[in-house]
């Protein structure tokens, strides 16, 4: 089983860094996850609509590149399904049972996703209605990726 997050941008900030390289770490005797950063477009300063889309298209297009055609593909977006960790843990649980053999997680970039991305997505998950950060999404992802594969290794977690 490959579990992988696809995602826009680097994380600049170094608190994220640790944070995000501090849960991979954790993870690789559970569920090892590698992380694909995909360059992230620059946009003017007061975008319109048309240039918001085609930045988000090419960011689209590159995210699509690098998601192999019989992965499983989780898109984290506001419009998704919320699901508590335990609830998570049971969804992993389960496409390792169907035999998904490759699972992706993906996070857009400022802008979001282009539909093309949320079209590709076998599932849709929102981690809350709020908007966060993309690189505090990638670390919150990771820790929840933690926590599901601790859960499903019957092992202790924090509630």
Not at 37 to 59: G, W, Y
Not at 62 to 80: D, S
Request: with cysteine; charged share 25%; hydrophobic share 40%.
């Amino acid at each position: 089983m490959s579990v992988s997050i696809v995602c826009v941008g680097k994380l600049r900030e170094k608190f994220y860094q640790d944070a995000a390289k501090e849960y991979q770490k954790r993870l690789i005797r559970l569920m090892p996850v590698s992380v694909v950063e995909i360059p992230d477009e620059k946009e003017p300063a007061n975008p319109s609509e048309a240039l918001c889309e085609a930045v988000m298209r090419r960011e689209g297009e590159n995210i699509l590149r690098h998601i192999p055609q019989k992965a499983y593909v989780v898109a984290m977006c506001i419009e998704g399904k919320m699901l508590d960790s335990e609830k998570l843990a049971q969804k992993m649980a389960d496409l390792f049972t169907q035999g998904k053999s490759d699972v992706v997680f993906v996070i857009g970039g400022s802008l979001g996703l282009h539909p093309s991305v949320v079209n590709r997505a076998d599932f849709k998950l929102s981690m809350s209605p709020m908007t966060f950060p993309h690189q505090l999404a990638r670390v919150m992802l990771l820790e929840q990726l933690f926590r599901a594969a601790k859960i499903n290794a019957n092992e202790r977690y924090h509630k």
